[in-house]
């Protein structure tokens, strides 16, 4: 506000981002208004859609004068905040024996975005500064409140991000973490070492029909009585009432597993189930504008050393993350739209490479 009220009064023009992502941003943004108006209860609806009016915190952050210097300062603050709600959690987990951690969020799926965002951000620092070593204490301290959120889909999806990373600079490094993983794998607690095992167990159990019956993967059941709701709801039931409409269409199975099923643990069904197929074509949409627009800025070495990447690295993590997990949570989307807005940011600063934006 102060930044605005600055501009104002010195009578310069605020410079709104524009081009193909925010517009993607906003068509995104109208189908949640649009399910949450003809799904199955428009008044429980309004009630909570308007958090998603997050979405419009890139505008006024890429508005703001910022430079390479000033982003790069706005990120240490981030990961040194995600370094302290990582002390904080790690004190959880030893004096307050919580098996699971979930530091100020109050959710452990949040905490886990968090820290797999900060992670690879942190991962990016210290490629241009490997002798830093309070970025080294930084990276352990997340590392290890990573570790402990047990939150299996935001492990992947910081391993995606750190795929991409290192393909781009370094593949040598891929060996290095794999490697590092293995060591690390056996000297984890028994629990931790389920945890990890459960991601690659699937026992699956058909009737009669040759139907889906049980799975080990509960998210496998989610999914499949997810799809029955689209069949019967295409234009979507409207933010807010899946509690609602779920138990209509839940297999009987996940009696066992949860028996509330506060969203559908996948980012693509669940906007298809809330805003109907037009929210998923908005949200491919959006998707496809950022790679378009992020692949499209040519940076140079000495401005940035790889800043845009990281964000993009940053982005595709968060997409693995949501193949198992609703990332457009309240929290989460705070830190999300934070880093889109600074990359939008960015964006203005850098030129478009002739060769991938024609």
């Known amino acids: ?63 703001m004068a910022l430079g390479a210097q000033e982003i790069k300062k706005l990120l240490l603050i981030f990961i040194s905040g995600t370094a302290f709600c990582s002390i904080y959690g790690i004190g959880k987990h030893f004096f307050l024996h919580e098996d699971r951690i979930d530091s100020f969020s109050g959710d452990k799926m949040v905490f886990g975005g968090l820290l797999m965002a900060g992670l690879l951000l942190t ?17 352990m301290l997340i590392l290890s409140a990573l570790v402990l959120t047990q939150t299996r889909g935001a492990w992947i999806g910081a391993f995606a991000g750190f795929f991409l990373f290192s393909w781009r600079y ?73 509690s609602d409409v779920f138990p209509r269409y839940r297999l009987m199975a996940l009696n066992l597993y949860e028996p509330t099923v506060p969203h559908l643990h996948n980012n693509f069904l669940q906007v298809l189930v809330q805003n109907g197929w037009i929210g998923l074509i908005a949200f491919l949409f959006w998707i496809f504008s950022y790679y378009k627009t992020a692949l499209s800025r040519q940076e140079t070495t000495n401005e940035s050393d790889g800043l845009n990447w990281i964000f993009l690295c940053v982005f595709s993590a968060v997409l693995v993350w949501g193949l198992t997990e ?19 940011n960015y964006w203005a600063l850098i030129k478009p490479n002739p060769l991938v934006s024609h």
Request: aromatic content about 18%.
């Open 1 to 63: 506000m102060i930044f605005f009220y600055l501009r104002f009064r010195s009578k310069e023009l605020i410079n709104w981002p524009k081009g193909l992502f925010p517009f993607a941003t906003l068509l995104f943004l109208s189908t949640f208004f649009l399910g949450a108006l003809v799904g199955v209860d428009p008044a429980n609806s309004f009630h909570t859609v308007h958090k998603y009016l997050t979405f419009l915190m890139i505008f006024p952050l890429g508005a």
């Open 123 to 139: 991962i990016w620092f210290l490629k241009n500064s490997p002798k830093n070593i309070w970025l080294w204490a930084g990276f």
């Open 326 to 344: 609703y990332t457009f949570s309240h929290q989460f989307m705070n830190v999300q739209f934070f880093l889109l807005g600074l990359q939008l």
């Open 170 to 242: 370094n593949r040598k490094w891929l060996l290095a973490a794999a490697i590092l993983i293995a060591l690390a794998f056996f000297m984890m607690p028994t629990s931790l070492q389920n945890r990890v095992k459960s991601i690659t167990d699937l026992n699956i159990s058909y009737d009669g029909n040759q139907q889906i019956a049980n799975s080990s993967q509960p998210r496998l059941l989610i999914w499949l009585s997810g799809m029955k709701i689209i069949k019967d709801y295409p234009w979507g039931i409207g933010q807010g009432n899946i």
